[in-house]
C-alpha cells in the first residue's frame, strides 16, 4: 500500500480507502463488514470513512467497534454531519446547534474521543458558512476534531467557505469528498483547479461506478444476485448498455496489464495528483483485497489516451 499527503496537510492516508456507505449496519452482515476492515488494516489501508446519517449511526457503530481493536494513532478516520437524524427542525444541516450535538454523538457512537475528519456532507445554504466553519474550528480548539472536510460542495461553495476561513481566521478545509469515476468526471473542471490551489486533497467516492466498473454486469437486465443494484433499485439507473460496452473494452486494456478492470478503474482515478484517495465500499474481504492491488498502479501516456477514447 502507497501513502498520499491529504491535499496541502501532513497528513498520510492510504491510496485505496474503505467506506460504509449503505453496507455496514445496512444490507451487509456484521461478521463480513468486521472482516472487510479488518483486511483492509492488514494490507495496509489506514484510512476509514463512515457518516452518522449511514443507517442512523449505525455503520458507526460497527466501524468504531472494529477499529477499537487497534492503535489509534494507526489509522485515520472520517464521519459526516449534515444529514438528517431526527424529526425536529435542527436535526439536519450545518447549524452550530446541528454540528456540536452530531459530533459528541458520532464519537460516543465511535467509542472514541476524536475524530481524524468531519465533513459537512453537504453545502447547506440556509446556514451562514462562517458559522458551520466556526462552529468546526471550535472542535479542532477542542481536540474532538484534526482535520476540517467538506463533501460534494461547488467550486463556488469552496471559494465561500475559503474567504470565510481567512477572514475570521479560522482553520481551513483541506479536503473534499466527491463522487469521481471513469463515467463522472464533473470535479476535473472546476473542483481540482481550486482545490490545487488551495490545498485542498480529494477523496472520491463511488470510483468503481457503484460497481459497474467491476465488469461484472453483463447486460443492464442481467443483474447478479446479491449485488448492490439487485438489492438497491435506484442504483440500477445507473448500469446502461453503452457503459457496459465500455467497461467491457476496458477489460481488454486491463488484461494487457495483468490487472483487474476494478483495478485499472481505481488506479485511473489516482493518476490524478489531487486525488489523496480512492475511497471504496466492500461487502466481503476478497473484494477489499483486490482494490487495495490497485495501489501503486502506474498508467502511462499510452495507455491513459487508450482508456479516453474509449470513454470518449
Known amino acids: 500500500m502507497q501513502y498520499r499527503r491529504l491535499g496541502g496537510s501532513g497528513l498520510k492516508v492510504s491510496e485505496i480507502s474503505l467506506g460504509s456507505w449503505l453496507t455496514y449496519g445496512g444490507y451487509v452482515e456484521k461478521e463480513n463488514a468486521v472482516k472487510a476492515i479488518e483486511t483492509a488494516y492488514d494490507l495496509g489501508i489506514n484510512f476509514f470513512d463512515t457518516a452518522n446519517v449511514y443507517e442512523r449511526g449505525e455503520a458507526e457503530k460497527v466501524v468504531g467497534e472494529t477499529l477499537r481493536a487497534y492503535p489509534r494513532e494507526s489509522y485515520v478516520l472520517a ?67 484534526l482535520y476540517a472536510g467538506i463533501s460534494e460542495w461547488t467550486a463556488a461553495n469552496i471559494a465561500e467557505g475559503l474567504a470565510a476561513a481567512d477572514r475570521y481566521l479560522l482553520d481551513r478545509i483541506v479536503v473534499n469528498q466527491p463522487i469521481y469515476n471513469m463515467f463522472n468526471r464533473y470535479i476535473e473542471k472546476d473542483i481540482i483547479p481550486i482545490s490545487e490551489q488551495n490545498g485542498i486533497g480529494q477523496v472520491v467516492f463511488s470510483p468503481l461506478a457503484q460497481g459497474l466498473l467491476t465488469g461484472k454486469y453483463a447486460s443492464a437486465t442481467d443483474i447478479p444476485a446479491g449485488s448492490r443494484a439487485a438489492k438497491i433499485e435506484r442504483m440500477r439507473g445507473n448500469i446502461t448498455e453503452d ?10 486494456v486491463a488484461s494487457e496489464l495483468g490487472v483487474t478492470i476494478g483495478q485499472l478503474a481505481l488506479a485511473w482515478t489516482l493518476r490524478q495528483p489531487n486525488v489523496s484517495s480512492a475511497l471504496v465500499g466492500a461487502s466481503r474481504p476478497e473484494q477489499v483485497a483486490e482494490n487495495a492491488g490497485a495501489s501503486g498502479v502506474a498508467l502511462s501516456a499510452d495507455v491513459a489516451a487508450r482508456i479516453e477514447d474509449i470513454l470518449a
Open 79 to 145: 464521519t459526516k454531519v449534515f444529514g438528517q437524524m431526527g424529526d425536529g427542525p435542527n436535526d439536519r444541516g450545518l447549524s452550530r446547534k446541528h454540528i456540536l450535538e452530531q459530533a459528541d454523538a458520532s464519537l460516543k457512537r465511535l467509542g472514541l474521543d476524536y475524530v481524524d475528519i468531519l465533513y459537512c456532507h453537504r453545502f447547506d445554504p440556509e446556514t451562514p458558512v462562517q458559522e458551520t466553519l466556526r462552529a468546526i474550528d471550535d472542535l479542532i480548539r477542542q481536540g474532538k476534531v
Open 243 to 252: 457503459k457496459i460496452a465500455k467497461v467491457q473494452r476496458l477489460g481488454a
